[in-house]
């Protein structure tokens, strides 16, 4: 063991064995840093959504909560509280108004807070109160609807109630069904003076659930299995939410980055343990030629591995946690919400990082070179890189595992690793076509830079490996910038700031023209009206859907609820035809709902509309931007079918705080009609999307700073030939500048081939990505082309001379003695 310390010492007296130690440092740091850092922002933006359920889980239902489900809830220790939403008159004077009632248990919300005023239409402040025995808040609309104010009493059923403060947000008013009425909330005590709740009642159960997610895990797998058809699991990011889209594809990037992370932390380890080995090849000859056995050897280098192992791992770990919590600190001042800490759990992705790219690019280099003839002190030209190429492809395959594991999938790894195969393989082709072109072009060269691009080929392997390295590095550099700001002007274009933010339901055709009329006079911006009439599908190509779906198991959600048909003339806002005549008389599809359907142009579908039987084939599909905020259907028929029938009109408007109040004031004219107001759900999303925004800003950044340290590695891999052609060229009289003018030409020319071919792939793993994992419209990237060779000349010309200054300053016999 001593002998391995004294080898060990002198190792890192020479530098060799530091720059393994650095590459493992910055392998288990950079990983675990990005690894806690998107861990503790995925929690946050779980935190962050879970306002809009008012809990981390939620169980919707028709019928009452059963008793046994709460004290399931308690058994696990999670918080509970109880939610009761149904519709009903509310009186006030002579006035009355349908209004939407949620009663509340004490321990309402378990996430987020209510939001309050004193005052009509004000911006109101955080409370953690809820309305007391007797009291009720009622929102600024309803009170305007009315001609109330706080202190002054509303009839609900049997009961008096006395408003005690306005309502501007309830945490958990998004994920009701019936927030079309305006809205207000009471104390859950006082549900049954009010005699509203009858058998019949169209009413809404909610158990609100909050607490350790093993707990809520064990708990959703207890209780699903007992649900009937009116019973729903919901969760923050649930699929069709808007919400759930948004943080869905935030998380897709953060898994991007770190699987990023994860690359370039082997690339880091592959190129140091590669320099390592090349540098001992002379020192295990001398030992062997001394009688040194190869048994003795491994023993020795493995342990030097353990220790460098323990070594690098703590100080990478503790680097690392240390990173996170700088980012934490400066991201907390942009967040509305504090990070949850960091769990120590995920300390083992840094650690296992470490352990796999020392096993799978170390040892297999170390056992070549424990392998090395003792003859190679009289030969000291020989390598040991026969078998590289394997020895690479098995770590690679070490590196896909551990992303694999990282993602808990394969679609991300894939896709990465296809690209870097293709990108390879294309730059070995492109690589060796230009260097040997160089070297055609360089017979007899004089000038510096001939000898610059014969350079090129006269390190043909190792410069090759250098081109696909500067490739891969400035490709991630370039599919990061481009999925950071394709998400970002996605979500943007997705939630511009005059989104409309309110919805005009129930609406009859002699009350549009007076409607228009008010929100014309108000300036507001409205879209078009649409029709809405009930039909439910029966049948498809004359085949039930009860035979199709006989226990509704897998029931597309075309099929299993009524539907709002609609007709019109031309496709709206939102639309986009896919495919067919959307003029002709029959039906037009949205596309996705098609798919789950599995219906194609020519199917017929009969519709059940107020008991009569419509048979139509479907003539046109199309796209439906749901994220535009317009009035969009599933199902679009031709007026000649709907005309004859009762019809209520929809349309969609934009409405910002100073039209608030004369809006809703004007609309009081209109009793009957309903209005849904988006606009606080829409805001905590707007607010979300810019801390995602910003918490991705400083993803990169770490990212692109991995990036550089690896690239500054790829560099010094190489640096000893280069060192060495140029104290030659010294020795043999050649000038400071013609040396400079060579090495500028070889970096220049390997930046340029790098940066034009990372472009080339950044595009098409970006196609690959929008496509498959962001299910977002491909689109071209022309900036990417610009920008990736000059980032390559730019970039890795300054590292190689900085790295190459010592040829440049030194005398010519100092290099070569340290040669």
């Known amino acids: ?252 990037f953060l898994l991007l980055a770190g699987t990023l992370a994860v690359v370039m932390a082997g690339v880091a380890m592959a190129l140091a343990s ?157 690589g060796w076509l230009a260097f040997k072109l160089g070297r055609s072009l360089t017979s007899g060269a004089t000038s510096g830079w001939q000898i610059g691009l014969a350079s090129l080929y006269r390190r043909l392997v190792p410069n090759l490996f250098q081109l696909l390295v500067f490739t891969l590095i400035i490709m991630l550099t370039l599919i990061l910038i481009g999925i950071k700001s394709n998400l970002i002007a996605d979500w943007q274009q997705q939630l511009p700031e005059d989104a409309p933010n309110h919805y005009l339901f129930n609406v009859q055709a002699n009350q549009i023209e007076s409607i228009n009329s008010a929100t014309d006079a108000l300036n507001v911006p409205r879209s078009d009206w649409y029709p809405m009439v009930r039909g439910r599908v029966v049948s498809v190509n004359n085949e039930s859907v009860q035979d199709l779906y006989p226990d509704e198991r897998g029931e597309p959600e075309l099929y299993e609820r009524e539907l709002n048909l609609t007709w019109s003339d031309t496709i709206g806002q939102g639309n986009t035809l896919v495919s067919g005549n959307f003029s002709a008389e029959g039906l037009s599809v949205e596309q996705e709902a098609a798919k789950e359907a599995n219906l194609t142009l020519g199917d017929e579908l009969s519709i059940n509309i107020g008991g009569n039987l419509v048979t139509l084939p479907i003539t046109s599909i199309r796209t439906v931007d749901w994220g535009s905020m317009q009035p969009n259907f599933y199902l679009i028929l031709p007026r000649s079918v709907l005309q004859d029938y009762p019809a209520n009109f929809v349309s969609s408007l934009f409405i910002d705080e100073t039209s608030a109040q004369p809006f809703y004031k004007s609309m009081a004219q209109f009793p009957t009609v309903s209005i849904l107001n988006v606009g606080d759900v829409l805001r905590q999303i707007q607010t979300i999307i810019g801390q995602l925004s910003k918490a991705i800003q400083l993803v990169l950044f770490c990212i692109l700073s991995a990036g550089a340290l690896v690239l500054l590695a790829s560099v010094r891999s190489t640096l000893e030939e280069r060192l060495e052609e140029g104290a030659l060229l010294r020795v043999l009289g050649a000038k400071s500048a013609l040396v400079r003018q060579a090495l500028l030409v070889e970096f220049g020319a390997l930046g340029f081939f790098a940066g034009l071919i990372a472009a080339l792939g950044a595009e098409a793993c970006l196609l690959g990505l929008q496509v498959f994992v962001f299910n977002s419209a491909p689109s071209f990237h022309p900036s990417l082309w610009l920008f990736g060779p000059a980032i390559g000349i730019g970039v890795i010309t300054s590292i190689g001379l900085l790295a190459s200054r010592k040829v440049l300053n030194v005398p010519p016999m100092h290099l070569l003695r340290d040669l």
């Not at 005023?117 to 009315?146: C, H, K, M």
């Not at 030209?381 to 993602?407: D, K, Q």
Request: charged share 15%.
């Open 1 to 252: 063991m001593s002998f391995t310390f004294r080898l060990m010492l002198r190792d890192l007296r020479s530098g060799d064995l530091l720059t393994l130690l650095l590459a493992l440092i910055i392998s288990v740091s950079t990983v675990t840093s990005i690894g806690l850092f998107i861990d503790r922002l995925q929690l946050s933006f779980e935190k962050e959504s879970a306002t809009l359920l008012a809990a981390d889980r939620l169980v919707r239902s028709d019928d009452e909560i059963s008793k046994d489900w709460v004290t399931k809830a308690t058994d696990l220790n999670l918080q509970y509280a109880e939610r009761t939403s149904f519709t009903t008159m509310m009186f006030a004077n002579d006035a009355l108004q349908l209004s939407q009632l949620s009663a509340v248990t004490d321990a309402y919300p378990l996430r987020g807070r209510f939001l309050v005023d004193d005052s009509l239409f004000g911006t109101g402040y955080n409370t953690i109160d809820i309305p007391q025995p007797g009291e009720v808040w009622v929102s600024s609309r309803l009170a305007s609807l009315l001609n109330v104010d706080i202190g002054d009493q509303v009839e609900v059923g049997d009961t008096s109630l006395t408003i005690a403060k306005l309502l501007v947000r309830d945490p958990g008013s998004s994920t009701s069904a019936f927030a079309i009425s305006p809205r207000a909330v009471m104390n859950m005590a006082d549900v049954a003076a009010t005699n509203v709740i009858i058998p019949g009642s169209r009413v809404r159960y909610s158990l609100l659930l909050a607490g350790d997610k093993a707990a809520l895990d064990e708990y959703e797998n207890w209780v699903t299995p007992q649900f009937n058809d009116s019973q729903r699991w919901r969760t923050p990011v649930q699929r069709g939410e808007r919400i759930g889209d948004t943080i869905g594809r935030a998380e897709s």
């Open 274 to 430: 590669a320099r390592f080995v090349k540098r001992h090849l002379m020192q295990v000859a001398i030992l062997k030629t001394l009688g040194a056995t190869p048994k003795l050897l491994g023993k020795v280098f493995f342990q030097q591995l353990a220790v460098l192992f323990i070594v690098g791992s703590v100080l990478g770990l503790a680097i690392g946690w240390g990173i996170q919590e700088v980012i934490a600190s400066i991201l907390s001042g942009l967040m509305s919400t504090g990070l949850p800490e960091p769990s120590v759990i995920r300390l083992w992705l840094g650690a296992a990082t470490g352990l796999i790219s020392m096993l799978v690019f170390c040892l297999p280099l170390m056992s070549h070179l424990i392998k090395i003839s003792p003859l190679s002190v009289l030969q000291p030209n020989a390598r040991v890189e026969l078998n590289s190429a394997l020895i690479y492809v098995v770590g690679f395959m070490g590196i896909y595992g551990l992303m694999c594991i990282y993602t808990n999938g394969f679609l991300l790894p894939t896709i990465m690793t296809i690209a870097i195969a293709g990108i390879a393989l294309f730059v070995a082709g492109i």
